[in-house]
């Protein structure tokens, strides 16, 4: 298995969701994007934590609910990103960095 953490000045990719909201919502048609995993025939994509799609592409689009991380032996993995298909969800930006104090916008989708 992989170590999460990546070494010592390697930058962990990070999953680009659209649209920007998270958790996602499977029925928006999801599509994630693997940003700075190395090469986009190499990306390997984990689900529910465990090793799921090992030579994929750097996007796809979403057809099952679940926890999403992707990255490459030399990368480590990035943080996870929920796609959910639930009936009711809270929901922020996806690109929000939530410091106390800070206002940000929720939207409850149904």
Do not use: M
Request: proline share 9%; hydrophobic share 35%; glycine share 10%.
């Amino acid at each position: 298995g992989w170590c999460p953490l990546s070494p010592a000045g390697a930058q962990s990719p990070q999953i680009l969701v659209e649209p920007p909201w998270r958790p996602a919502l499977l029925w928006d048609r999801v599509t994630l994007t693997c940003q700075g995993s190395g090469t986009a025939s190499a990306t390997a994509w984990h689900k529910d934590g465990r090793s799921w799609w090992q030579k994929g592409p750097d996007r796809f689009n979403v057809t099952e609910s679940g926890t999403y991380q992707c990255g490459t032996a030399g990368t480590g993995l990035s943080p996870p990103v929920r796609v959910l298909n639930e009936r009711l969800v809270l929901q922020l930006p996806a690109r929000a960095l939530l410091l106390e104090g800070d206002t940000v916008t929720l939207r409850c989708r149904g």
